[in-house]
């Protein structure tokens, strides 16, 4: 289906892309298109304007914070964190859960930042942005401000990230022991029907799953668990008992019900033995 007529801006600042977007109450943000472009095309958005964030090549930096940890431009493309040697130093999992999104064409195109913001509860990056405990950075009209993760993702295609507002950075703290990530995906290519990430921290865990409700579920309990254990094999396993009965995930024509809270378990599983592998 074609796009419906639509205002384009492409600004050339950031202030200027705030500005847009502050203006315009039906303003939209585009930033790879991946998501966005389909979901004009389907009508289920109508933008009166798209803003164009392809110039602004202040949000695609990625480096290193002063303690040691990683930030992330909101517009830096998968492929860059895939090639990114400040990635693969500090945080790895970043790049490797980036390489496993799409095609060559989508990482190309497609930016963390979009990923994030689209909010789409079988998109990679949410449950590992809560896992890792990153921070994000959104600036309005009136200045920034921060928010964690956790509370970023308030519900399907909804952020922390509201009108007149745009997401910058991501940044996400010096690792600890060990990161790992598990998914089984709608094909090689395809977003997941279950995902689970994981960090290994002095003392314990965070984990989080992502497909099972409308934003990434922590994994609390098996979080306590593991808080203190040494974390081998018997132990994760017997971590993740009981896990799937404590979610409430949707059934689809990819899965059931019983099979999300079934592949739950056995992601959190290999996320955190993907993680201890790396300890």
Not at 217 to 239: F, K, P, Y
Not at 244 to 259: E, K, N, R, T
């Amino acid at each position: 289906m074609l796009l419906r007529e639509v205002e384009y801006a492409r600004p050339a600042s950031v202030d200027d892309a705030i500005r847009l977007l502050s203006e315009h109450p039906n303003a939209r943000a585009l930033a790879g298109g991946q998501t966005l472009v389909n979901v004009m095309k389907a009508r289920a958005a109508a933008p009166d304007i798209l803003v164009d964030l392809n110039r602004l090549d202040d949000l695609r930096s990625v480096g290193v914070t002063p303690d040691g940890g990683l930030e992330l431009g909101a517009m830096a493309t998968y492929t860059q964190l895939v090639g990114s040697p400040e990635v693969h130093s500090t945080r790895p999992i970043v790049a490797e859960v980036a390489s496993q999104i799409a095609d060559v064409q989508v990482r190309n195109r497609g930016t963390i930042g979009g990923n994030v913001c689209s909010a789409d509860p079988t998109n990679h990056f949410l449950p590992l942005m809560v896992a890792l405990d990153a921070t994000m950075t959104i600036a309005g009209v009136d200045g920034q401000r921060t928010v964690p993760a956790e509370q970023f993702f308030l519900g399907v295609y909804f952020t922390a990230a509201g009108p007149g507002e745009l997401l910058t950075r991501i940044t996400i703290p010096p690792a600890r022991r060990g990161d790992g990530f598990a998914a089984v995906p709608i094909g090689a290519d395809g977003t997941c029907i279950v995902n689970a990430a994981a960090t290994l921290e002095e003392g314990g865990a965070r984990i989080a799953i992502g497909c099972v409700a409308a934003t990434p579920v922590r994994a609390t309990e098996m979080e306590s668990v593991l808080s203190g254990a040494d974390v081998s094999d018997e132990r994760i396993s017997e971590a993740a008992r009981g896990l799937g009965a404590s979610l409430d995930p949707p059934s689809d024509v990819h899965a059931s019900a019983d099979y999300r809270r079934h592949l739950a378990e056995v992601c959190a599983v290999r996320a955190v033995r993907h993680a201890a592998g790396r300890s």
